[in-house]
């Protein structure tokens, strides 16, 4: 299985001002197509997770665009360019490129 | 607006079977390219996937469940199922379905269920 690391486990975040976090991968999350298998997903606290990003730096409909994502191969991060009270939960990344589909184990976001 | 929406038992006895469905509204699910999912998540923990089920009605399992997952699907109803066998307290979690969708490329998980809480107790 591709393992996905994410860095840090937690961060404690200013509102109105900016936050990354990191993931890599234990292999390369490239296609052949050159599209690249990797998506961040924000879990808010009783719900379930919501799609933010997906091909490394694309964003699903509907997202603000605060939310980027950049990154290829095997490192990959996420950026919040002004974090909002609402962006608090556990943000996953997850690679796409080969069954069984994994999940970093999280990156929770707090507010100061 | 595509929705997905869980049900089954939440209490399952250990050693017997886990079965869940899981009802697609706002599209059919036969139309499209699309996979239909069940992620899970035991309390605090991250997320695993279990398996998924094209619209042909091919699936795909994670190894690690493999021996005892089967996903299908009833096209009639716009449902698909999830039944896992010789369930143990580690099968505690909260289960999740959730859909690829498909535009440009592949979108894996665009909508998810709200999730349904199973404890696998005597």
């Known amino acids: 299985d591709i393992v996905v690391t994410q860095t840090p486990l937690s961060l404690s975040v200013t509102p109105g001002q900016p936050a990354s976090m990191s993931c890599k991968s234990s292999?390369?999350?490239?296609?052949?197509?050159?599209?690249?298998?990797l998506c961040w997903y924000l879990q808010r606290s009783g719900h379930p997770p919501q799609p933010l990003i997906y091909?490394?730096?694309n964003r699903f409909s509907g997202v603000p665009d605060r939310f980027s994502g950049s990154g290829s191969g095997t490192d990959f991060e996420l950026k919040i360019s002004r974090v909002e009270a609402e962006d608090v939960g556990i943000y996953y990344c997850?690679?796409?490129?080969?069954?069984?589909?994994?999940f970093g184990q999280g990156t929770k976001v707090e507010m100061k | 607006q595509v929705q997905l929406q869980e049900s089954g038992p939440g209490l399952v006895k250990p050693s017997q079977t886990l079965s869940l469905t899981c009802t697609v509204s706002?599209?059919?699910?036969?139309?499209?390219?699309?996979?239909w999912n069940w992620i899970r998540q035991p309390a605090g923990e991250g997320l695993e996937w279990i398996g998924r089920?094209?619209?042909?009605?091919?699936?795909d399992y994670n190894p690690s469940l493999k021996s005892r997952v089967t996903i299908s699907v009833d096209t009639s109803n716009n449902q698909f199922s999830l039944k896992l066998n010789s369930v143990t307290a580690a099968d505690t979690a909260i289960y999740y379905c959730?859909?690829?969708?498909?535009?440009?490329?592949?979108?894996?998980?665009?909508?998810w269920g709200r999730g349904t809480l199973v404890t696998v107790s005597s």
């Open positions: 959730a859909r690829d969708g498909y535009g440009s490329d592949w979108l894996p998980f665009d909508y």
């Open positions: 706002g599209g059919s699910i036969s139309s499209g390219r699309f996979y």
């Open positions: 089920i094209y619209t042909s009605g091919n699936t």
């Open positions: 292999q390369s999350l490239l296609r052949s197509d050159g599209k690249t298998s």
């Open positions: 091909g490394a730096s």
């Open positions: 997850m690679q796409s490129l080969e069954l069984p589909r994994t």
